[in-house]
């Protein structure tokens, strides 16, 4: 994919150099376009250096008459070469600019003779993002199709704390990849998708849980909406953004999690329980505080509904992936869960190995397919390894349709 990063001059200006690598890293050529304000902010050489491009800066150049010929054409073939303009930060002035169709400088030129995906992170004071003429602005951009991605809430640069700080640059350079991606082959389709751990109360402040960070089910749900589906992604308490034109349902206990789930079911197509439930649930947590005493203490535990051997004795013609975290005899135990539980894929992963699993960006696990095959795929980012899941069970599907 082939992308225009436009840079605005504001303080969140820094964060596009981190935004640039974020794309690359996700396999996007990128051609940074500064504006002049922006060029105060940050040197064109970081993004020079990053991208291995030249900046573009001016629209007329200030060299030579033949550059300043060949230049003046530029925003147009760099107009035709990209297939997404994303600008961040879209600073107030930019948003009035491209809303008003003035065109003083390249990247504003640019904006006009670009006919591809228009993305905008604006990111600016509170007062200035809610101010009238900005609302109006921002109104008149997404009645015309440009995407705006809403500036995050947070501590400002200017020390007021309110709406207009600049998302966090994986989680913008992910939604560009979502708006821009070609590759739809789950539109169409819903993929429920569980995350994260569950919480079983113990009294109003205490809880037993599990050290699921939901890493790998965000992972799943971003693929899944990058590749058109529309994504319901019921989560367990973790400390992650949602990514990018997801739908969450956040629910904190296995019994929430297994209503939330039921509930999506009828129009869900493939169900990915990537969520690590609590096998157990207090029995009767206590309704205050539970005050300590020197005696010995314990706890009564009842059994959790299975969710995902629920979902399979009602799947229909659904596809059904479960997960299988364990710390030996890893492909029999994917095996099992997948036949005890009628799923038809079942995700294994080592969680005992070094530097995967659990709170890791990086994960390595094996598929274990309905077909008898076993896959293991090689160690890559669990965003990587969600794409292959996909990549397999859109085969599974395939293969399996083709045998009834
Ligand atoms: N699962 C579920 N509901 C539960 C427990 C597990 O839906 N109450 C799902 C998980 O989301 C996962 C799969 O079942 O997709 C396997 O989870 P795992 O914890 O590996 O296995 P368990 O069935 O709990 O078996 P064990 O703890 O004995 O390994």
Redo the contacts with the bound molecule.
Sequence with gaps: MNVILGVGGGIAAYKAAELARALMERGANVQVVLTAAAGEFIRPLTFAALTNRKVITDLFGTGSAEEVLSSSVEHIRVAQENDVLVVAPATADLLAKFAAGLAPDFLTTLYLAFTGRVILAPAMNTNMWEHAATRENVAKLAARGNVVLPPDEGLLACGTTGAGRLPDPAWIAEAVVTIGERRKDLEGETVVI?AGP?QEAIDPVRFISNHSSGKMGYAIAAAAACRGARVVLVSGPVNLDVPYGVELVAVKS?AE??DA?MRQLPEATIIV???????YHVANPAAQKLKKTPARMSLELD?????????GRNKGDRLL??????TQNLVA?GRR?ME??N?DM???NLVSKEGIGFGSDVNEVTLVLKTGEVIALPRATKRVVADQIFDHALRLRLALHARS
């Design positions: 569980t569950t296995a999690m297994r789930v329980k990537s969520a690590a439930v609590a096998d059994p959790t509904v299975d969710i995902l051997a629920e979902v992936i479960g997960f299988a975290a364990e135990e869960k005890t539980k799923a079942v995700v294994a």
